[in-house]
C-alpha cells in the first residue's frame, strides 16, 4: 500500500518569501503524484501532476514541484508567496500505470502568509 | 468546477442515528469516492465506486456503507452515527489524472 508524509504541518511565510513544502511517498512501484490545495472554506483543488517525463512540474499559480526519484519526494515549491496562498496543501500519490483510481493524501500542511 | 453537489451542506446528529449523505454528479463521471477530512490525518478514502452497482471499500470503511443506484448519485450511510464519526464529508468525481471534489458536507455527531 502507498503512503504520504508531509512534514511540515504548519508554515508561516512573510509575503515575496519563498516556499518549499515536503512531500516523501512510500510505494513499491510507479506513482503518479499530486498536490492539491484547500482555501479557506473552499473544496480541493488540483495544483499540479506529475506522471512521467520532466521531473520539474509547473501548476497553476506559479507553483511548481520537483519529483526527485531516488529520494521518494515531490517538494512543492514557489518563488514568492503571496497573501491570497494562504490556504491547506495536499500532497497525493496514487498508483501508475494502470494501477487504479485512488489517491493517498498526506496530513496536509497549513501555510499562513502575512502581509 | 464540475458539476458536483453534496446534501446536506451541515447537519447535526445525535449518536445512534443513521445518517445518509448525498452526492451529486452532472458530468455522467464513472468514478466516485467518498472521503473524511478530519485534522492530522488529511483526506482518507472511505468507499469508492466505478460505476452503477459497483462499490469498494476504502481505508476508512467500518461504520460506512455505500450505494450507487444511478450513475449521477453516490449515497453514503452512517448506519448509526458516533462521536467518532464528527468529520467534514468530500465526494469526488473523475479518474486519479482529474479527480475534482465537492464542497463538502461537515457533520457533527453529539
Known amino acids: 500500500a502507498q503512503s504520504v508524509s508531509q512534514h511540515n504541518h504548519h508554515v508561516i511565510l512573510s509575503e515575496a518569501a519563498s516556499l518549499e513544502l515536503g512531500c516523501n511517498y512510500s510505494y513499491g512501484g510507479t506513482v503518479n503524484l499530486f498536490w492539491y490545495v484547500q482555501y479557506p472554506g473552499q473544496h480541493l483543488q488540483l495544483l499540479l501532476k506529475y506522471f512521467s517525463g520532466d521531473p520539474l512540474v509547473k501548476g497553476i499559480k506559479g507553483f511548481e514541484a520537483e519529483f526527485i526519484k531516488s529520494k521518494f519526494s515531490f517538494n512543492l515549491r514557489k518563488p514568492s508567496v503571496q497573501w491570497s496562498d494562504t490556504a491547506e496543501y495536499f500532497c497525493a500519490v496514487a498508483p501508475g500505470r494502470g494501477g487504479g483510481n485512488k489517491l493517498t493524501f498526506g496530513t496536509g500542511t497549513q501555510l499562513k502568509v502575512e502581509l | 468546477d464540475a458539476g458536483i453537489t453534496q446534501s446536506p451542506r451541515h447537519k447535526v446528529t445525535e449518536t445512534g442515528t443513521p445518517v445518509t449523505l448525498r452526492c451529486h454528479q452532472t458530468?455522467?463521471?464513472?468514478?466516485m469516492y467518498w472521503y473524511r477530512q478530519d485534522p492530522g490525518h488529511g483526506l482518507r478514502l472511505i468507499h469508492y465506486?466505478?460505476?452503477?452497482?459497483?462499490?469498494d471499500k476504502g481505508e476508512v470503511s467500518d461504520g460506512y456503507s455505500v450505494s450507487r443506484s444511478k450513475t449521477e448519485d453516490f449515497l453514503l450511510t452512517l448506519e448509526s452515527a458516533t462521536s467518532s464519526q464528527t468529520s467534514v464529508y468530500f465526494c469526488?468525481?473523475?479518474?486519479?489524472?482529474?479527480?475534482?471534489f465537492g464542497p463538502g458536507t461537515r457533520l457533527l455527531v453529539l
Open positions: 465506486s466505478y460505476g452503477v452497482k459497483d462499490t
Open positions: 469526488a468525481i473523475g479518474p486519479q489524472e482529474t479527480q475534482y
Open positions: 458530468e455522467n463521471h464513472r468514478y
